[in-house]
């Protein structure tokens, strides 16, 4: 089956700082979103992002549907950008939802 | 306008029982997907239902099944409970019109 590679697994940054995370996916994809889970569990949709660049305020995402990958860019990091960011992927072989290990980042005031 | 909605929010059941776990989509949504997540992984497709019937499923043992509704509301049901089966079970409703899919609070499942 397809594999969703998260990177980096974890990411320590100052408040203030900039950061990409990348997803990584073996096979082609329908459709690509990232999530962002807090502390409490709740999962919140970014972006939904088959292909392109998008912004939403200091988040912005690019996916490069044709090299298989897709990157999250977030500028000046706040301490409520902590949680754990999941890209998830609908195959197009099966249509099923497939999601990354995620990248836990942690913001230090 | 509510979002989608999960209960209980936290279950505790010993092994060998049954479990219900219940979603309300969010409004206009006619699409409902479960997931389980184990602490410190990505959740894991179980199924997603569509008009009533299961149109995908993960790689998830015949004890968990489910059911929607016709007001698109739906349940998961996990017989024969495994310690395994300790995991936050996430609800998620998109359209048809749009594959965005939006997440419920999670219902936090303990096995003893």
């Known amino acids: 089956g397809i594999q969703v590679e998260q990177s980096p697994p974890d990411l320590i940054l100052q408040e203030g700082a900039n950061s990409t995370l990348r997803c990584n996916f073996s096979?082609?994809?329908?459709?690509l979103q990232w999530f962002h889970q807090n502390p409490w569990g709740q999962l919140i949709n970014l972006f939904y992002?088959?292909?392109g660049t998008k912004q939403n305020g200091r988040l912005s995402a690019t996916t490069v549907a044709t090299e298989r990958y897709s990157l999250l860019y977030i500028s000046s990091s706040q301490t409520t950008d902590s949680g754990v960011y999941f890209c998830?992927?609908?195959?197009?072989?099966?249509?099923?939802?497939?999601f990354g290990k995620g990248t836990r980042l942690h913001i230090l005031p | 306008d509510a979002g989608v909605t999960q209960s209980p929010t936290h279950l505790i059941k010993t092994r060998g029982q049954q479990v219900t776990l219940r979603c309300s989509p969010k409004?206009?949504?006619?699409?409902v997907s479960w997931y389980q997540q184990a602490l410190g992984q990505g959740p894991q497709f179980i199924f997603q239902?569509?008009?009533?019937?299961?149109?995908q499923r993960g790689n998830f043992p015949d004890r968990f099944s489910g059911h929607q509704f016709p007001n698109y509301s739906s349940e998961l049901n996990v017989n024969a409970l495994l310690l395994g089966d300790s995991a936050l079970y996430l609800c998620?409703?998109?359209?048809?019109?749009?594959?965005?899919?939006?997440f419920g609070p999670g219902t936090r499942l303990t096995v003893l």
């Open positions: 998620a409703s998109s359209s048809t019109y749009s594959d965005t899919q939006y």
């Open positions: 998830a992927v609908e195959t197009a072989r099966d249509d099923k939802i497939i």
């Open positions: 239902y569509y008009e009533e019937e299961e149109r």
């Open positions: 992002i088959p292909s």
């Open positions: 096979d082609s994809v329908n459709n």
């Open positions: 409004s206009g949504h006619d699409t």
